[in-house]
């Protein structure tokens, strides 16, 4: 099979990039009326997540590549602004269901691990079924239920270094450095070496507060 390019994975941070430079734009757009607010963030939380839908649809020769590209990636955080925007709106949902939705997305995403041995057949599955813990996700964020005990600990400790550990896993995993059957073993690996990375090349250039965090976990 063909190796995948070990800094291709990287599209997403120039990405994140891009819409950085662009949110002091979407907030002096947005300004400071919550009419017009929800008009301009809701209107371009609209319009990216229907790019992102409609780009699958696209034919295969259009934009090579166009699922890379900032206007069909960006919703999940355009999504993501516009979720902490409405923290408290979204606060309002029952804590029985935002438990039943986390329930029921772990179900499904346990379920859809076995399409993983059927290899490329049952990636879109995959990766559809990992896109639904956005939501059990942005519930329990913004409801302020942080998962507990020693599992919560361990969620909070690789969240922490996630940008170190997501720097490596594609040199570990889908670049064919390692046999497909040692993909497993390569995660973990990206883990351990993207906590080291995070330790000496991440931490020292965070801020007061961030570091104070990150030494912690």
Same mark, same amino acid.
């Given at each position: 099979?063909?190796?995948?390019?070990?800094?291709?994975?990287?599209?997403?941070?120039?990405?994140?990039?891009?819409?950085?430079?662009l949110?002091?734009?979407?907030?002096?757009?947005?300004?400071?009326?919550?009419?017009?607010?929800?008009?301009?963030? &809701?209107?371009?939380?609209? %319009? !990216?997540?229907?790019?992102?839908?409609?780009?699958? *649809? +696209? $034919?295969?020769?259009?934009? =090579?590549?166009?699922?890379?590209?900032?206007?069909?990636?960006?919703?999940?955080?355009?999504?993501?602004?516009?979720?902490?925007?409405?923290?408290?709106w979204?606060?309002?949902?029952?804590?029985?269901?935002?438990?039943?939705?986390?329930?029921?997305?772990?179900?499904v995403?346990?379920?859809?691990?076995?399409?993983?041995?059927? &290899?490329?057949?049952?990636? %879109? !599955?995959?990766?559809?079924?990992?896109?639904?813990l *956005? +939501? $059990?996700?942005?519930?329990? =964020?913004?409801a302020?239920?942080?998962?507990?005990?020693?599992a919560?600990?361990?969620?909070?400790?690789?969240?922490?270094?996630?940008?170190?550990?997501?720097?490596?896993?594609?040199?570990?995993?889908?670049?064919?450095?390692?046999?497909?059957?040692?993909?497993?073993?390569?995660?973990?690996?990206?883990?351990?070496?993207?906590?080291?990375?995070?330790?000496?090349?991440?931490?020292?250039?965070?801020?007061?507060?961030?570091?104070?965090?990150?030494?912690?976990?």
């Amino acid at each position: 099979p063909k190796a995948a390019p070990v800094l291709g994975h990287l599209w997403s941070l120039a990405c994140e990039m891009q819409f950085y430079l662009l949110a002091p734009l979407i907030y002096l757009a947005g300004g400071t009326a919550a009419g017009r607010r929800n008009l301009v963030f &809701g209107g371009l939380l609209f %319009v !990216l997540a229907g790019l992102g839908a409609v780009e699958p *649809l +696209l $034919p295969n020769d259009f934009m =090579y590549g166009a699922k890379y590209h900032f206007e069909f990636a960006v919703w999940p955080m355009m999504l993501g602004l516009f979720c902490e925007y409405k923290k408290t709106w979204f606060a309002k949902v029952s804590s029985r269901l935002t438990s039943l939705v986390t329930w029921i997305t772990l179900v499904v995403c346990a379920v859809c691990l076995v399409p993983m041995l059927l &290899g490329d057949r049952g990636k %879109v !599955l995959v990766v559809a079924s990992g896109a639904l813990l *956005l +939501l $059990p996700c942005c519930l329990t =964020y913004v409801a302020g239920k942080p998962m507990e005990h020693r599992a919560g600990g361990v969620f909070r400790w690789l969240g922490v270094r996630t940008y170190s550990i997501y720097l490596w896993q594609q040199p570990f995993t889908i670049c064919f450095f390692l046999p497909v059957a040692w993909w497993p073993a390569g995660v973990l690996a990206s883990v351990a070496v993207g906590a080291l990375w995070f330790r000496w090349f991440e931490l020292p250039f965070l801020s007061a507060s961030r570091k104070n965090v990150g030494g912690r976990a």
